[in-house]
């Protein structure tokens, strides 16, 4: 059995910089100047055990060049074979490059940057771009704990040229968002999610499969949340109708992340996501969020390669959206001139965030928080004491 393991050996306990990933932007070139040290990597990331093949998952084969041969199945495969990169027509050492260029920079890249960095062409780079996103998929991760704030925000209706306010769905999208509350105005870790419309059949099994059972949720009056104590959960409610406060004093937290999430469309992908990919933006919106304190490029860039190689991900993991969108309802002469109107708007406001380089997570940090006058623990009754 032929494997290249003890040059990075990859099944470590605790990983290192400079050992099992690069640390730096030198270690990165030094490691992976040619195709062959790329192969090298990605094939002691996969079988870091030794080689298992990816057709029949016999242990066990040799290696011939950038091949292996699987004497069980008779078959030849590669490191890429029955993974998120298979069949692909750019070279291993774009896609590191890639997943590199996405991983070192907090904010993440749009499909525009790659492409004229790497050399690439816009559709190759989107595609790398949304198979990487796909490994953010926030599915596995443990549910949320303690007091959780969660409200919903509505995405889309300006840029369609449609002002309606409101839960209205014509031609927005429905995010719910769910942060855990820490002391003062801290947000702990956070979930997002589309959902078809704001109901209770909608929202309920969301927030069962993320947030813990027992755990206290602060929500508006909204009656997507009634049958919320029934499902096992503390439930807070602050009617925004009968409250002095706004939304944004009551709910802070899903107001930032509400807000920050827009700022990140806006700033790294300049607007221009399409509703039917948002899903996958959001994982790596969320992604990015919930490691904003321990974020280490190369351990990001470690991750995302062992999510990308993961067998059969292409075939198991959801490939495009989950909710179907409604269509959006803008035709003739009219709605095109709002259209245009609209998207000028829209690219000033694009241009301007960009130059101000609005968007730091480090905000969120160092700001400090200032007392608050609305706590949602004054809302509980004291016979049930939030954990
Ligand atoms: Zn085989």
Request: glycine share 8%; aromatic share 10%.
């Amino acid at each position: 059995m032929e494997n290249a393991a003890g040059r990075w050996n990859l099944a470590p306990r605790r990983l290192k910089a400079g050992r099992h990933y690069p640390g730096t932007w030198q270690e990165f070139i030094a490691w992976f100047a040619t195709e062959t040290g790329c192969h090298d990597y990605l094939g002691d990331l996969r079988w870091h055990d030794g080689f298992v093949c990816p057709l029949c998952e016999e242990v066990g084969g040799h290696r011939t060049g950038m091949r292996w041969w699987c004497p069980s199945c008779r078959r030849w495969s590669s490191v890429t074979t029955r993974t998120s990169v298979q069949q692909t027509h750019v070279t291993l050492q774009t896609w590191l490059l890639a997943v590199w260029l996405m991983s070192s920079d907090k904010r993440g890249v749009s499909a525009t940057f790659l492409a004229s960095s790497l050399g690439i062409d816009y559709r190759t780079a989107w595609h790398i771009l949304h198979k990487v996103r796909l490994t953010f998929s926030q599915e596995d991760r443990d549910p949320l704990t303690g007091l959780v704030e969660i409200d919903e925000m509505y995405l889309g209706g300006q840029d369609l040229g449609n002002n309606r306010r409101g839960r209205s769905l014509a031609t927005k999208a429905c995010v719910v968002i769910a942060c855990e509350c820490k002391r003062g105005k801290v947000i702990g870790r956070i979930r997002m999610g589309r959902l078809e419309d704001s109901t209770h059949t909608s929202l309920e099994p969301w927030m069962q499969r993320h947030v813990e059972k027992g755990s206290a949720i602060h929500t508006d009056g909204h009656s997507g949340y009634v049958n919320l104590k029934t499902l096992g959960y503390r439930h807070i409610v602050t009617s925004m109708t009968q409250s002095p406060h706004p939304a944004h004093v009551v709910f802070p937290r899903v107001h930032t992340i509400a807000s920050l999430s827009k700022r990140w469309i806006l700033g790294t992908h300049h607007g221009g996501i399409h509703p039917q990919y948002l899903d996958p933006y959001m994982d790596e919106f969320v992604f990015r969020f919930n490691r904003r304190h321990s974020w280490s490029r190369g351990l990001v860039f470690y991750r995302v390669l062992q999510g990308l190689l993961e067998r059969d991900a292409y075939v198991t993991r959801p490939q495009v959206h989950r909710v179907p969108l409604p269509k959006p309802a803008t035709t003739g002469t009219q709605a095109s001139g709002a259209l245009k109107t609209s998207k000028r708007k829209q690219d000033a406001a694009n241009q301007k965030l960009v130059e101000d380089e609005l968007f730091t997570w480090a905000e969120l940090d160092d700001t400090e928080a200032p007392p608050t006058p609305f706590s949602p623990l004054s809302e509980l009754p004291s016979s049930e004491p939030v954990r």
